[in-house]
Nanobody, 119 residues
């Protein structure tokens, strides 16, 4: 099993920046960030395939958020810039999709989530 621990959430003003981290206990090629706001379904934000050298972003964050990974630390990051009030949500790290490596793939491992509030 892979354990995922997110950190870096908090409160930020609109237009500001925040960086989320996700420390993984084991290696997995495909990792992603999701978010869920109150009253809304969980939404895929960004995904990274290390071996495939591929990143994909939701249209709502494209050009503002950047997903990256430090392989030496086995840690996934989400750099959030120019944040908006609609970015307010609990952000989750996910790894180990059972089929493919896409934002709509079923993921086997999830972190506990970290709250991001933009106001």
């Amino acid at each position: 099993d892979v354990q995922l621990v997110e950190s870096g959430g908090g409160s930020v003003q609109p237009g500001g920046s925040l960086r989320l981290s996700c420390a993984a206990s084991g290696y997995t090629d495909c990792m992603a960030w999701f978010r869920q706001a109150p009253g809304y379904e969980r939404e895929g934000v960004a995904i990274m395939s290390i071996l495939g050298s591929r990143t994909t972003y939701a249209d709502s964050v494209k050009g503002r958020f950047t997903i990256s990974k430090d392989n030496a630390k086995n840690t996934l990051y989400l750099q959030m810039n120019a944040v908006k009030s609609e970015d307010t949500a609990v952000y989750y790290c996910a790894a180990g999709p059972t089929i493919g490596c896409w934002l709509d793939s079923p993921f086997a491992y999830w972190g506990q989530g970290t709250q991001v509030t933009v106001s």
